[in-house]
């Protein structure tokens, strides 16, 4: 039975997969079974985003949808029921920028793609980054900015990284101005154009 | 002898609004005085050359070019954002010494920084800027959110205007939140209950929000001043002010002001035929937002910044039912009366040049910001004219000899026959001043039409 669900969310069927997840638990299903199904689906929204036939609403919608599933399941799970994930990947609009559209959207897929995600919010002053690298260990951090000024901060970020002998994590940056060009003057690894390229950059150098 | 206003064609009213743009006057009302006959013949050339870009009729002498920056001006002056917002000669001065030094072919004003103390006094929630969330030395940033709730579309569908007033307002200016007391103004009818309709303005803090209004209309009214003068002044040393007013697509109107953009995303799928209601409710004034500025200013060009509709954003599909149906009749509304809408399309617009070239030749004025211009002439550059496409990373990280390369490119493809106009694609902070320079000094030079 475990298709239902995932197309229900692919397709984006709010009422009806909210639906079939009620009744669903009330036949006692395994809500983990049903967990997990969602997120083949929200994987599914994803691959409609990167190959273009989904765009902003649907990941708001898939997104609200989810959170809608999640608060029917919550009840029923376990603690230890919390998946495996891939690894841990840091986001943070960088300092001086207060933009968080495009963040949230990164963080959302990433998320819902096995990632645990360490959130550092906006306007992220250097030495956060700095400091969440070394307490979580993680390998993979995202710089997000919308405005020109983030071009500075995001290389300043970099070279803090560098400085903090931090310089093997994975470094990919983003936002509305940002192209290769401010990747070579950044010092970035890569730069992704959308959330799902995000994904996929993380999932290279994580595995997944 | 001349015919009435009513009487135009909307070709007649634009050249006769045209012709009110390059004839400008003083704040009495007679002809400007240019501090040089020299001056004058630089206004009236640089005019005549935007016109002509725009019209598609002349073929102009060159490719005008354009800068339009954000807080620029302010780090080339060595001030910051904070400096210019609350100290309005300071920001006049550093717009006049961009201008002066660059030597552009328009300027944009010097409204972009506005009232620090303006903002304070009221409390304003949309933007944070220097000293209240933001650095001194970074400009204002938008706090996007839900200023109008999922379920509030009837109330704005059925009196735009009192939603405004009487919600929107007191959402957005702390100073205002009184204003959600205030009664619908449609009540007062006849004697018997005119009374009941003005005991709001009686409580205290009605009064007090009403105070703290009039001093928010001093300070506008001061900064104004400084703003207004600016412009004169550009204009009596020959630099025309491009833009005449503003006014936006309803589709961003909604997504931007009111809902946030995962609101109005969301509600594409919960409540699309309230959404497409409330669109049309407020076509008709952001029409009238539009021309009313260009009549008061006696300038065309109305800019329409562009968000929620940029590739990537919504499917071809959303674009077609939500985005441009509203926006289209926005800019035809302005054409009909004379104007020439300007949106500015920042992020990338490509998927979109096939919709948006539907719309009368000659009229428009498109910025472009990272989109194929080869493409964007051929198909847009039929009917539009366009505008921009110098990309900020280049104008950032580049040297002046990639931008004279780039700008090459430009003038070679989309200034091919006219209908161009050089300029960067979004607006611009930390760029490198040689970059600008490289921009303009070449576009002058290589722009030439022979």
């Given at each position: 039975?475990?298709?239902?669900?995932?197309?229900?969310l692919a397709d984006l069927k709010e009422?009806?997969?909210?639906?079939?997840?009620?009744?669903?638990?009330?036949?006692?299903?395994?809500?983990?079974?049903?967990?997990?199904?969602?997120?083949?689906g929200m994987k599914i929204v994803g691959h409609k985003f990167a190959s273009e036939e989904y765009f902003i609403p649907e990941l708001f919608f898939s997104g609200e949808i989810l959170k809608?599933?999640?608060?029917?399941?919550?009840?029923?799970?376990?603690?230890?029921?919390?998946?495996?994930?891939?690894?841990?990947?840091?986001?943070?609009?960088?300092?001086?920028?207060?933009h968080d559209i495009g963040k949230n959207l990164v963080v959302f897929m990433l998320d819902v793609n096995?990632?645990?995600?360490?959130?550092?919010?906006?306007?992220?002053?250097?030495?956060?980054?700095?400091?969440?690298?070394?307490?979580?260990?993680?390998?993979?951090?995202?710089?997000s900015?919308f405005?020109?000024?983030?071009?500075?901060?995001?290389?300043?970020?970099?070279?803090?990284?560098?400085?903090?002998?931090?310089?093997?994590?994975?470094?990919?940056?983003g936002g509305g101005?940002i192209?290769?060009?401010?990747?070579?003057?950044?010092?970035?690894?890569?730069?992704g154009k959308d959330a799902m390229e995000a994904v996929k950059?993380?999932?290279?150098?994580?595995?997944? | 002898?001349?015919?009435?206003?009513?009487?135009?064609?909307?070709?007649?009213?634009?050249?006769?609004?045209?012709?009110?743009?390059?004839?400008?006057?003083?704040?009495?009302?007679?002809?400007?005085?240019?501090?040089?006959?020299?001056?004058?013949?630089?206004?009236?050339?640089?005019?005549?050359?935007?016109?002509?870009?725009?019209?598609?009729?002349?073929?102009?002498?060159?490719?005008?070019?354009?800068?339009?920056?954000?807080?620029?001006?302010?780090?080339?002056?060595?001030?910051?954002?904070?400096?210019?917002?609350?100290?309005?000669?300071?920001?006049?001065?550093?717009?006049?010494?961009?201008?002066?030094?660059?030597?552009?072919?328009?300027?944009?004003?010097?409204?972009?920084?506005?009232?620090?103390?303006?903002?304070?006094?009221?409390?304003?929630?949309?933007?944070?800027?220097?000293?209240?969330?933001?650095?001194?030395?970074?400009?204002?940033?938008?706090?996007e959110?839900?200023?109008?709730?999922?379920?509030?579309?009837?109330?704005?569908?059925?009196?735009?205007?009192?939603?405004?007033?009487?919600?929107?307002?007191?959402?957005?200016?702390?100073?205002?939140?009184?204003?959600?007391?205030?009664?619908?103004?449609?009540?007062?009818?006849?004697?018997?209950?005119?009374?009941?309709?003005?005991?709001?303005?009686?409580?205290?803090?009605?009064?007090?929000?009403?105070?703290?209004?009039?001093?928010?209309?001093?300070?506008?009214?001061?900064?104004?001043?400084?703003?207004?003068?600016?412009?004169?002044?550009?204009?009596?040393?020959?630099?025309?002010?491009?833009?005449?007013?503003?006014?936006?697509a309803p589709f961003d109107?909604i997504g931007d002001?009111?809902r946030g953009t995962k609101g109005i995303m969301l509600d594409i799928y919960r409540q699309p035929?309230?959404l497409l209601?409330?669109l049309?409710?407020?076509?008709?004034?952001?029409?009238?937002?539009?021309?009313?500025?260009?009549?008061?200013?006696?300038?065309?060009?109305?800019?329409?910044?562009l968000h929620k509709g940029a590739d990537g954003f919504l499917s071809d599909e959303q674009f077609k039912t939500f985005y441009w149906p509203t926006f289209?009749?926005?800019?035809?509304?302005?054409?009909?009366?004379?104007?020439?809408?300007?949106?500015?399309a920042e992020g990338g617009y490509n998927s979109r040049l096939k919709v948006i070239?539907?719309?009368?030749?000659?009229?428009?004025?498109?910025?472009?910001d990272q989109i194929d211009?080869?493409?964007?002439?051929?198909?847009?550059?039929?009917?539009?004219?366009?505008?921009?496409?110098?990309?900020?990373?280049?104008?950032?990280?580049?040297?002046?000899?990639?931008?004279?390369?780039?700008?090459?490119?430009?003038?070679?493809?989309?200034?091919?026959?006219?209908?161009?106009?050089?300029?960067?694609?979004?607006?611009?902070?930390?760029?490198?001043?040689?970059?600008?320079?490289?921009?303009?000094?070449?576009?002058?030079?290589?722009?030439?039409?022979?």
């Amino acid at each position: 039975m475990g298709g239902k669900l995932v197309k229900l969310l692919a397709d984006l069927k709010e009422q009806e997969a909210l639906e079939f997840v009620e009744k669903a638990l009330g036949k006692g299903v395994d809500p983990m079974n049903l967990l997990w199904d969602a997120k083949e689906g929200m994987k599914i929204v994803g691959h409609k985003f990167a190959s273009e036939e989904y765009f902003i609403p649907e990941l708001f919608f898939s997104g609200e949808i989810l959170k809608g599933i999640v608060k029917l399941l919550e009840p029923h799970l376990k603690k230890e029921d919390e998946t495996e994930r891939l690894g841990k990947v840091i986001i943070g609009t960088v300092a001086g920028d207060i933009h968080d559209i495009g963040k949230n959207l990164v963080v959302f897929m990433l998320d819902v793609n096995g990632f645990e995600v360490v959130d550092l919010g906006i306007d992220v002053p250097v030495q956060k980054f700095v400091d969440a690298i070394k307490e979580t260990g993680s390998t993979v951090v995202g710089l997000s900015g919308f405005l020109t000024l983030a071009f500075q901060s995001m290389k300043e970020t970099v070279d803090a990284i560098k400085e903090a002998g931090l310089r093997d994590v994975k470094i990919m940056i983003g936002g509305g101005q940002i192209n290769n060009q401010v990747r070579d003057f950044t010092g970035a690894d890569a730069y992704g154009k959308d959330a799902m390229e995000a994904v996929k950059l993380a999932k290279g150098w994580i595995g997944g | 002898m001349e015919k009435k206003w009513e009487e135009m064609s909307p070709d007649e009213k634009q050249e006769a609004m045209f012709q009110s743009w390059l004839s400008p006057k003083d704040p009495e009302g007679n002809d400007l005085k240019f501090k040089s006959p020299e001056a004058e013949k630089l206004f009236k050339e640089r005019a005549t050359r935007i016109k002509d870009a725009i019209q598609m009729k002349k073929l102009p002498d060159r490719v005008p070019v354009c800068m339009f920056p954000n807080m620029f001006p302010v780090y080339y002056s060595g001030m910051t954002p904070q400096e210019v917002m609350y100290d309005y000669d300071k920001c006049s001065m550093a717009w006049k010494k961009f201008v002066l030094d660059f030597e552009p072919d328009t300027h944009m004003g010097c409204a972009a920084p506005g009232p620090g103390r303006f903002f304070e006094i009221l409390d304003y929630k949309l933007y944070a800027w220097p000293g209240h969330g933001i650095l001194p030395e970074h400009g204002y940033q938008c706090n996007e959110g839900e200023y109008m709730m999922a379920d509030e579309y009837d109330a704005l569908i059925q009196d735009p205007s009192n939603f405004f007033s009487n919600v929107y307002l007191p959402r957005v200016f702390g100073a205002l939140e009184p204003f959600k007391m205030l009664p619908s103004l449609t009540g007062i009818l006849e004697m018997y209950g005119v009374a009941f309709n003005f005991i709001p303005y009686g409580l205290p803090p009605v009064q007090a929000a009403y105070k703290a209004l009039m001093e928010a209309g001093g300070e506008a009214l001061k900064w104004a001043g400084v703003v207004g003068g600016f412009d004169g002044e550009m204009a009596t040393l020959g630099f025309p002010q491009l833009l005449g007013g503003f006014t936006k697509a309803p589709f961003d109107t909604i997504g931007d002001t009111l809902r946030g953009t995962k609101g109005i995303m969301l509600d594409i799928y919960r409540q699309p035929d309230k959404l497409l209601q409330a669109l049309d409710a407020i076509t008709p004034l952001m029409i009238k937002m539009g021309v009313g500025a260009a009549q008061m200013t006696g300038n065309p060009i109305i800019f329409m910044p562009l968000h929620k509709g940029a590739d990537g954003f919504l499917s071809d599909e959303q674009f077609k039912t939500f985005y441009w149906p509203t926006f289209r009749k926005v800019i035809v509304g302005l054409i009909d009366e004379g104007c020439v809408p300007f949106p500015a399309a920042e992020g990338g617009y490509n998927s979109r040049l096939k919709v948006i070239r539907d719309i009368p030749k000659g009229k428009t004025l498109w910025m472009l910001d990272q989109i194929d211009m080869a493409k964007a002439k051929e198909i847009l550059g039929e009917t539009a004219c366009i505008f921009g496409n110098m990309t900020l990373s280049l104008l950032s990280l580049g040297t002046p000899q990639d931008v004279r390369d780039y700008a090459k490119k430009l003038i070679d493809t989309a200034g091919k026959g006219g209908g161009y106009i050089m300029a960067n694609g979004a607006f611009f902070d930390n760029v490198k001043p040689e970059n600008l320079k490289a921009m303009v000094d070449f576009t002058k030079e290589y722009g030439v039409y022979k």
